[in-house]
């Protein structure tokens, strides 16, 4: 995983040690938007999928609005069920229920839960947090109704790697707690298809094209709360 366990990827050209890790892409894919799918979109796809099988009709709560919690909500829309999107930034909400979002929760106004239950007339049948930190994972667990499924996309690490979590949520409500991590390589053509057929646009997700030498300012941007969409290098001269 260059930039984990490898030297980092910020570079025109990279080494990729093993050939399953490569997917071939689908020519009519700009090179702009496959970078944008990165991490982020491979990994609320394999979330809701290969993990929660969230099926059309349900109803889908999505703590978070960053790259992946904006990838989970368009791909969720795509999949043919309703979303309700939860976030602290209002205009991170308002971009989501733009982009088709069926609902959306200000998590700094009242419980955020009892909020969607209501929406959902009961609770959300799949919830993904995407953040990595207690009161979201919490609020991610509360939401869901009997034998709903939470799906940890959200990273814990450091202080938040062990929570303090709502064990009777789970037991009462006979939950199902899945863990998930990126998406393997054979698995690529599921979205690929699903992008190339036209059933889902990607496209909303990239807010910015930069050069390479304004990859330090966007991470450092990561340190609070960002602007809507992502940022892809495009040029790598600059």
């Known amino acids: 995983m260059p930039g984990f366990i490898e ?7 990279i080494a990729v040690p093993f050939d399953h890790n490569l997917a071939r892409l689908p020519e009519s894919l700009s ?13 609320a796809w394999h979330a809701l999928t ?4 969230l099926a059309g009709g349900e109803w889908l709560a999505v703590h978070g609005t960053g790259g992946v919690g904006l990838s989970a909500m368009l791909l969720g829309k795509a999949l043919g069920a309703h979303v309700v999107v939860v976030d602290i930034v209002q205009e991170k909400l308002d971009h989501a229920l733009g982009l088709g979002a069926d609902a959306a929760v200000n998590a700094s106004e009242g419980d955020v839960a009892e909020q969607i239950k209501e929406i959902t007339g009961g609770g959300a ?3 993904v947090e995407a953040l990595g930190i207690e009161v ?9 109704r009997p034998l709903g499924r939470h799906v940890q996309v959200g990273l814990p690490t450091g202080h938040t790697a062990r929570m303090d979590i709502n064990m009777s949520a ?7 707690v899945y863990g998930t991590r990126g998406m393997p390589s054979w698995r690529y053509p599921s979205l690929l298809g699903l992008i190339e057929s036209g059933q ?21 941007a990561f340190n609070g709360p960002t602007p809507p969409g992502v940022a892809v290098i495009t040029d790598f001269k600059a």
């Open 50 to 53: 290969g993990r929660a099988a």
């Open 31 to 43: 090179p702009t938007v496959a970078a944008g799918l990165g991490c982020r979109v491979t990994t």
């Open 7 to 13: 030297p980092g990827a910020f570079a025109e050209y």
């Open 136 to 144: 979201t994972v919490n609020a991610s667990l509360e939401c869901l």
């Open 125 to 127: 049948h799949v919830s």
């Open 170 to 176: 789970i037991y009462q409500g006979n939950l199902a």
């Open 200 to 220: 889902v646009d990607m496209t909303p997700l990239i807010a910015r094209e930069i050069g390479l030498s304004g990859a330090s300012e966007e991470l450092r």
